[in-house]
């Protein structure tokens, strides 16, 4: 019987084999997948499903870093990811957001995971947010309408969908700056992920060419008796 922490070591690597090696945007799909978000839920369902997969496979506590806009500072901190997926998600039964225009009502569409796959080819951020602004307008187009008329239709959609974007206020250690640190969640899951798997493999090197073990009893022994092995051939 495997403990609860060989069976989260097998789940991250299972998960690094299916996304090690792949572009970025192939990689977010298969974390996505591997937390059970479908590509018609909403951005801010999918974070709140990498979160709680992170959650299952790392812990709740989660370190954090992000450079000051100002002195560049790298300014570490600590989220909680379970509290944090609890209030990402929108209801699964809200309406779809609407917003008067004049004397017409345009009826919008929250952004999907679906809809980030077309955003890969975009030459900069600007460029990318105006493509998922076009998805999201039905038979309207960014081209016909006014800048208040968009700035609406954008702080509509954030409010629909509050999680899509994930920031943290911040104050720098070093001058005191005060800003948003936007986390991109897929991004910082397949940081830890891939530093877990690498950690591992190199683990199973290290005892396999030492005592002959295969890769199934490697990570088959229990935690402390694996580091007292690695400590014994000089790999901790």
């Known amino acids: 019987m495997h403990s609860a922490a060989a069976r989260r070591e097998q789940d991250i690597l299972a998960l690094w084999d299916r996304a090690a090696g792949r572009a970025r945007r192939q990689r977010d799909d298969a974390l996505f997948t591997a937390a059970g978000a479908a590509p018609t839920d909403s951005i801010g369902a999918g974070n709140a499903a990498l979160l709680i997969l992170r959650t299952k496979l790392f812990g709740a506590p989660w370190q954090l870093r992000a450079a000051c806009p100002a002195c560049h500072t790298d300014c570490e901190f600590v989220a909680d990811s379970a509290v944090l997926a609890d209030g990402l998600a929108p209801p699964a039964d809200a309406a779809p957001p609407r917003i008067a225009l004049g004397d017409n009502e345009l009826t919008l569409r929250v952004p999907a995971l679906s809809d980030l796959a077309g955003l890969a080819a975009a030459p900069d951020r600007v460029a990318a947010a105006q493509s998922l602004l076009t998805r999201c307008l039905g038979d309207a187009t960014p081209a016909a309408l006014d800048q208040d008329a968009l700035d609406r239709i954008e702080a509509e959609l954030e409010r629909c969908d509050p999680g899509a974007i994930v920031a ?32 591992s493999l190199l ?14 009893e490697v990570l088959a022994l229990p935690r402390a008796r694996r580091a007292a092995y690695l400590q014994l051939v000089g790999a901790s």
């Not at 992920?193 to 690498?198: I, S, T």
């Not at 090197?205 to 890769?215: I, T």
């Open 203 to 216: 683990e199973v090197d290290a005892l396999a060419r030492e005592y002959g073990w295969s890769e199934a």
């Open 168 to 199: 943290f206020a911040l104050d720098c250690p070093d001058c005191n700056h005060t800003w948003q640190a936007v986390i991109d969640i897929a991004p910082a899951l397949w940081v830890e992920v891939q530093a877990a798997a690498e950690r």
